[in-house]
């Protein structure tokens, strides 16, 4: 079936502006990740959702940095007032999910966003 | 927090040359995945395997979870092998998210 996909692919902001990056997971994968990977490094994760829930935004850099997913498919991470350190490749996940074990996670193709 | 860590940073391979490709992680896992970062950005999956052997072609992955490492072997290399090949683990006990190592930059030379 389809993949994970992810738009725009690339997105260029004038520091200040806000962003919407939008995030289709796997159809039927209950899990959502989203993560941040700079230029030369591996992702960083930023938060993650269990159908709408999201349960875990200990990586989200910043009170600038918001992510929903309100019926639990779709997802979008919002950067307000963008700054330039925010530039950088923003990846989306997705996973089953089973009580009592863990499934592997699925890459979208990414949004690189730079912020000028 | 858990440490990822991969060896060697960098690595050139002239094509056919055979590899391997080291993870060490500081705790216990629940999941180790390996992928391969195409020049192009994707992430592709090569393995999920927080225990064992598999293998999958010309690549294979072994995980020992009582000594916290797992390895990656490349055999007969070739150019599309290039890229970065990142390990990353989920931890016991938190939520599912990934923690990466910074990955290994292989280049296979023609």
């Known amino acids: 079936g389809a993949g994970v996909s992810q738009s725009p692919r690339y997105k260029v902001a004038k520091r200040g502006q806000d962003v919407a990056l939008r995030c289709d997971p796997i159809?039927?994968?209950?899990?959502l990740f989203w993560y941040q990977q700079a230029l030369g490094q591996g992702p960083e994760f930023l938060t993650y959702?269990?159908?709408?829930?999201?349960?875990?935004k200990s990586g989200l850099p910043s009170d600038r940095f918001f992510a929903e997913r309100p019926e639990g498919s779709v997802s979008t991470l919002k950067i307000q007032r963008t700054q330039q350190e925010d530039s950088a490749v923003y990846l989306c996940?997705?996973?089953?999910f089973g009580t009592g074990r863990t499934y592997e996670q699925y890459f979208g193709p990414g949004t690189r966003l730079t912020v000028t | 927090g858990i440490q990822v860590e991969q060896s060697p940073p960098d690595l050139i391979l002239q094509e056919g040359a055979n590899s391997t490709l080291r993870c060490n992680f500081s705790?216990?896992?629940?999941?180790l995945q390996w992928f391969h970062q195409n020049p192009w950005g994707q992430l592709i999956n090569l393995f999920y395997?927080?225990?064992g052997t598999k293998q999958n072609g010309r690549l294979s992955a072994t995980t020992v979870a009582t000594e916290r490492y797992s390895l990656l072997y490349i055999s007969s290399s070739q150019t599309t092998d290039s890229g970065v090949y990142f390990c990353?683990?989920?931890?016991?006990?938190?939520?599912?998210?990934?923690?990466f190592g910074k990955g290994t930059k292989l280049t296979v030379n023609p």
């Open positions: 996940a997705s996973s089953r």
């Open positions: 159809s039927g994968h209950v899990s």
């Open positions: 959702f269990q159908n709408e829930a999201q349960l875990d």
């Open positions: 705790d216990s896992v629940n999941n």
């Open positions: 395997i927080p225990s």
């Open positions: 990353a683990v989920e931890t016991q006990g938190g939520s599912e998210k990934l923690v």
